[in-house]
């Protein structure tokens, strides 16, 4: 399957800084990805969807000001989590599908604590 | 009508049995369902899928059944390992976008 990487795998940050989540596929075109939160032993929360060179789509109560995502080519996608706040610990996946493609790849997860 | 209902939340088999987990939805314009399977701290990993005009998949040792009419599919694993002990999800696709269900924690036993 394809391959799609996260970075950082850990972060932890201070209360009202900004973090970025980096996402890639590195062996195919991602014209859309996607970014879920999931908190421990729950659920994959679908947060927004992201296609290569537009403005995403968030879902219905994710903040757009509190979560940036930009796509600005078909192998990056970014994550900013805007001022942090211990609620916004969680467990940040993306994935990335190509095309017509019904498959979604997932990166491995980035972990945030927000202390 | 989005939801994926997913069961058993946990499920314990001993090496070499059966695992078995159920989905059901409601939403007829799902049109792909997948099977993810996640290790802790690691994000999930495409097992096997299946279209809704496909009444059985075999992949290995993972089979999905699906029944249409009923709006449910589940996951069989044949010869369940200690190595399959993982959390699993079912999934539903509808314009492009995942809706997971529940999750289901495996155990198996050696």
């Known amino acids: 399957g394809a391959v799609v990487s996260q970075h950082p795998s850990r972060v932890i940050c201070k209360s009202g800084t900004s973090v970025k989540i980096e996402c890639r596929s590195l062996?195919?075109?991602?014209?859309?990805m996607f970014w879920y939160r999931q908190f421990p032993k729950k659920s994959l929360m679908l947060m927004a969807t992201s296609n290569e060179g537009s403005k995403a789509t968030y879902e219905q109560g994710v903040e757009k000001d509190k979560f940036l995502i930009n796509h600005a080519s078909l192998t990056l996608s970014t994550l900013t989590v805007t001022s942090a706040h211990p609620e916004d610990s969680s467990f940040y996946i993306c994935?990335?599908?190509?095309?017509?493609?019904?498959?979604?790849?997932f990166g491995p997860g980035t972990r945030l604590t927000v202390t | 009508q989005q939801q994926v209902k997913q069961s058993p939340q946990s499920l314990i088999v001993q090496k070499g049995g059966i695992s078995i987990i159920n989905c059901a939805y409601e939403n007829t314009a799902f049109d792909y369902f997948p099977w993810y399977q996640q290790f802790p701290g690691k994000g999930p990993a495409l097992l096997i899928a299946?279209?809704?005009?496909?009444s059985e998949k075999k992949e290995g040792r993972f089979t999905i059944s699906f029944n249409k009419s009923a709006k449910q599919f589940s996951l069989h694993i044949m010869d369940s390992q200690p190595g399959d002990s993982a959390t699993y999800f079912c999934?539903?696709?509808?314009?492009?976008?995942?809706?997971f269900g529940q999750g289901t924690t495996l155990q198996v036993k050696p």
């Open positions: 062996d195919f075109q991602a014209t859309t």
């Open positions: 994935s990335g599908t190509s095309g017509g493609s019904y498959e979604q790849y």
């Open positions: 999934a539903a696709r509808n314009t492009g976008k995942l809706i």
């Open positions: 299946i279209r809704p005009d496909v």
